[in-house]
């Protein structure tokens, strides 16, 4: 005769209602989330962690919180905790870029991809550039600036922090971090993500949690930027033709900003832990995303003080958004599709020390020359070039290059969000209707950049 195993079970509500304390192995099963906790028999069930299919082994990276990650279940828990088991080793080139060489420490077997629906929380894409970005940079470090991919930086003014891609070369850390260095004393700042409708739609109207790691480093005897809040914000009016500068007014310290128009916080942002020299991993869960109309969905995190010391440092890194109550162990993505997600609002192309071509096209007159560049991703729509004319050259093979004077997206009819084409213009001394090669001046870290950001 067969015997029937059956868990201790109900729904997420009702579980939340009772809040029991499960007995040391003992199984609770949410029938309409498909996830399940195990009980140590001390801990109530709100404050235990799901059990899940991601486990992160010899966990020396999780924090300062000692807490194990364990991604929530599905309806494919079971199959993927007996099939996966896929580990991400030795992660130490620039493609993998997950956590430098070192020994193993994370098999992902989640059977949730794509839980994360925050593009570049890793930090580890930086196609204008690792920085540091300064008011001496192209782009410079003014408030409301795209700098790192899909982070835009948001401050009580222009020149408050330069900011920079950070790496760290050991394991027990986050590879990669976005460090805001502070340039001048005492102003509030922050960095902002904005998700575009077609990713948002499946956050809203559900149950969100945000999670991300923070530190600060001193300039002084004591750490100066220390304090810090979070929020999910959702945007209520045509979708995608967002604000990006979502703060009106910055307020006093202790405050939260005054949020333009359209904009509203999710949850109520409050004082976080106070910020160490040590990674700490920060986490506001079962956030509803519940305002009406909402089309947009955006990550802001930013300094909640105004005696802040200038050469002080504050760094963030993994950050993730989620579906579901509680917050999760952070989703690393391949560098291959973390670099196309990104691609899809900003193609930067950086030049060499050598005149490498860029794009292929014909000359129409002796001043002017059309090439075409393919993009390697469908972009979000036509986009818009980023660019110094003066960077560049036309280049026929024969003749020792043309200077470009002006650089432009030519008339929307021959580009679309696939291949763009390029009209350049020289001074005199084109062929025409020879092909040209457009190419870098032969100086390096020359950035062009083909963007469709929100």
Known sequence: MGINIQFRRGTTAEWTAANPILAAGEVGFETDMYRLKVGDGVTEWDDLDYYGAAILLDETAGGTDGETAKAPSSNVLFDALAAQTTALTNHAGAETGIHGAGTNNLVNTSGIPNRNAIINGSFYIAQKGAGPFTSATTPVNNDDTYLLDRWTLLSDGNDIVDVSQETSATITNPLFNIKLDIETANKKFGIITILENKDSRRLINQTVSLSFKAKGTKVGAALT??????????????ADAVTSDVVNVWDAA???????????YENVPAALSALTEAWQTFKIEGIAIDTASAANVAVFIWTDDVTIDVGDFLHIAEVQLEI???ATAFEYRPFKQELALCQRYCFGLTTVALAENIAFGLAASTTVAYVSLWLPVVMRGVPALVATATDYKLYDTVNAGTDVTALVIDDKTMSNNVMVTLKATVASGLTQYRPYYLVGD?????VLSIASEL
């Open 442 to 446: 032969g100086t390096g870290n020359r």
């Open 254 to 264: 202790g405050t939260n900003p005054t949020l333009v128009a359209n904009w509203t």
């Open 324 to 326: 579901g109550p509680k």
């Open 225 to 238: 930027v220390n304090a810090i809040r979070a929020a999910v914000l959702s945007w209520n009016s045509t």
